[in-house]
């Protein structure tokens, strides 16, 4: 890199780690319906819920996310699970048969995988 005046400083590296990623799991992790109850197990979720949030994503609708118009109801929130209803029209469109995504964020910004949630009737 070069200053306006010509002069070149040293090159020195850079590294860039990603954040770190939530590891959850579900409960159940079969097929769910509208309106059941599922858990998500894991560490570092965050005493409580604070601005941390479920997303669920289907076919280009979000539910969840701090922006987004259909919420999700969360049961419970501590450090080692969530607790949710599955969306089931209350606050929006309820979830269709087939496949959905779901993501959790803490209220530091770190994020779980996306996972595969098969919703059906």
């Known amino acids: 890199?070069?200053?306006d005046n010509g002069v070149v400083s040293n090159i020195a590296p850079v590294?860039?780690?990603?954040?770190?990623?939530l590891g959850v799991s579900l409960s159940p992790d079969s097929a769910l319906q509208p309106g059941t109850i599922l858990t998500i197990t894991?560490?570092?979720?965050?005493?409580t819920q604070g601005s941390g949030y479920?997303?669920?994503?289907?076919?280009?609708?979000?539910?969840g996310a701090?922006?987004?118009?259909?919420?999700?109801h969360?049961?419970?929130w501590t450090n080692?699970?969530?607790?949710?209803?599955?969306?089931?029209?209350?606050?929006?469109?309820?979830?269709?048969?087939?496949?959905a995504t779901l993501q959790v964020t803490n209220s530091t910004g770190?994020?779980?995988?996306?996972?595969?949630?098969?919703?059906?009737q």
């Open 42 to 47: 894991g560490t570092n979720l965050g005493a």
């Open 1 to 3: 890199m070069a200053t």
């Open 80 to 99: 080692s699970h969530v607790v949710l209803v599955i969306p089931n029209g209350s606050s929006g469109p309820a979830l269709l048969p087939g496949t």
């Open 74 to 76: 969360i049961l419970q």
């Open 110 to 120: 770190e994020q779980s995988p996306l996972m595969s949630l098969t919703i059906r």
């Open 54 to 63: 479920v997303l669920i994503s289907q076919n280009g609708i979000n539910y």
């Open 15 to 21: 590294m860039v780690t990603p954040p770190p990623q």
């Open 66 to 72: 701090p922006s987004d118009w259909y919420k999700i």
